[in-house]
């Protein structure tokens, strides 16, 4: 099946992209396209793939959804696009961060940026209907973003996977981690951030990792 994606991802899941699964959840996703309002618009859905190519990923960042509100989504988990107000996770990253490295709230939500250095934006399920939270969840995405970060774990080392509250965490199990550092925290959404997700230094330490690893750390 042809899929528009960065090069070295298409040929990274090739076989995937052929597997009966994958086509039926294509079909689905076209389907839905056709007939109601998704999120983010069809050119976008791959975004994290390709502002970060396989060889690329230094961090790995888990979502579960893409925002399902009007001009959010846009294909980076957590990420919205320019001009758009901070939802609420997004928000409390933000203050994470300035917490653990001083950086201060910046002026927009898009993380296109981070992409760019090889923070690898993933949500487990790709689409989702307009304002229908979960609605493309059990469709096939999970199954397909599982094997992207399987791969990862696999071809890839000193890969620093953060993982954000209990749907993110239980995919730790797909991770090797003598090979790669998975720091685990509770949701940075407002009804868990102050359970743990405040003062984890997700990003201090993950800068840490990499740089005893020998790679460039990340300019959050």
């Known amino acids: 099946m042809e899929v528009k994606i960065e090069p070295s991802w298409k040929s990274a899941l090739n076989q995937l992209f052929n597997q009966k699964c994958f086509e039926d959840l294509v079909a689905f996703v076209k ?55 901070f939802p609420p996770s997004l928000a409390n990253i933000f203050k994470e961060l300035e917490t653990d490295l001083g950086k201060s709230k910046p002026r927009s939500g898009d993380l296109t940026g981070w992409a760019d250095q090889g923070v690898f934006l993933l949500n487990a399920t790709l689409t989702v209907r307009a304002h229908e939270a979960g609605s ?51 949701h940075p959404s407002p009804l868990s951030s102050y359970r743990g997700f405040f003062g984890c230094k997700h990003f201090s330490k993950a800068n840490e990792y990499l ?6 750390p990340i300019e959050w």
């Open 136 to 186: 493309h969840q059990k469709r096939g995405w999970e199954e397909f973003t599982d094997e992207v970060i399987r791969m990862i774990s696999e071809k890839r080392e000193n890969v620093v996977f953060l993982l954000w509250g209990a749907y993110a965490q239980k995919k730790s199990m797909l991770i090797d981690s003598h090979k790669h550092l998975v720091l685990m925290a509770p």
């Open 211 to 216: 740089e005893a690893n020998g790679e460039k």
């Open 31 to 85: 389907n839905e396209y056709a007939t109601t309002i998704v999120y983010p618009p069809a050119k976008e859905i791959f975004n994290a793939f390709n502002h970060c190519p396989i060889n690329s990923v230094k961090v790995v960042i888990l979502g579960q959804d893409p925002y399902h509100g009007p001009e959010q989504a846009h294909g980076l988990s957590f990420s919205v696009k320019p001009g758009v107000p």
